[in-house]
């Protein structure tokens, strides 16, 4: 089983449209977790850190489930700019290292 | 404050040549990583370092070597092109690895 895995999508979206992309972690002592976003052939940037509690920001809502080794991203009101390929990212068994999903392409279309 | 810079962005390769990318940041971070990305694939851990002078293997290191003599530079080297080392790396650094990771722009290097 692979340490981080993402649905494999492609996600295709019209404006305007809610998406969720889901993201499981097999490592059970993995603290901390993060969206990263990725544009065609850019390097990767953090979307937001994912806390226990859950967080927002704007439109984009993180969730965490530690029981179920889950971690969500939810995207309201979708817009083209959006359109891009999300990374779940979680530590590993090491503390110095994260590990980071293969990642779930989006296209949001007019 | 540049960040972290890569050099070069586009290298073309023949089999069995030598190179160096370079990797460079100037926000003083300890942790700094090199990774590479296949097309459509995700990020693989070629080499880390917790500091200047300490540096460990990650998932896919051979073929790879890497050196860290100061806390800015970290450079990656190929001794001996092969076609599957086609791909773009990327090298990130952070503060703290529970923390956000800053990369720089990628190096594209195709080996033919």
């Known amino acids: 089983r692979k340490e981080v895995e993402q649905d494999p999508g492609p996600f295709n979206v019209p404006e305007g449209a809610t998406v969720a992309f889901n993201c499981t972690y097999s490592?059970?002592?993995?603290?901390?977790f993060f969206w990263y976003r990725q544009d065609c052939r850019k390097e990767p940037k953090l979307l937001m850190s994912?806390?226990?509690s859950g967080n927002e920001d704007g439109r984009f809502t993180a969730q965490l489930n530690r029981a179920s080794q889950y971690i969500s991203l939810l995207i309201r009101d979708s817009k083209l700019s959006d359109s891009a390929t999300y990374l779940c990212?979680?530590?590993?068994?090491?503390?110095?290292?994260?590990?980071f999903g293969p990642g779930t392409s989006l296209s949001v279309i007019p | 404050n540049a960040g972290v810079t890569q050099t070069p962005k586009f290298r073309i390769l023949k089999i069995g040549q030598s190179m160096t990318l370079q990797c460079a940041q100037d926000?003083?971070?300890?942790?700094m990583y090199w990774y590479r990305q296949d097309p459509g694939m995700g990020l693989k851990l070629i080499y880390y370092s917790v500091g200047a002078g300490i540096t460990d293997k990650g998932e896919v290191p051979n073929g790879y070597n890497v050196s860290r003599s100061t806390t800015e530079d970290f450079p990656l080297r190929l001794e001996l092109a092969a076609p599957s080392q086609t791909s773009v790396y990327f090298c990130?650094?952070?503060?703290?690895?529970?923390?956000?990771?800053?990369f720089g722009p990628g190096t594209r290097l195709t080996v033919t």
């Open positions: 926000m003083n971070h300890n942790y």
């Open positions: 994912v806390y226990s």
């Open positions: 990130a650094s952070t503060p703290v690895p529970a923390y956000e990771q800053y």
């Open positions: 990212v979680a530590t590993g068994t090491s503390y110095d290292k994260v590990i």
């Open positions: 490592n059970s002592a993995s603290q901390s």
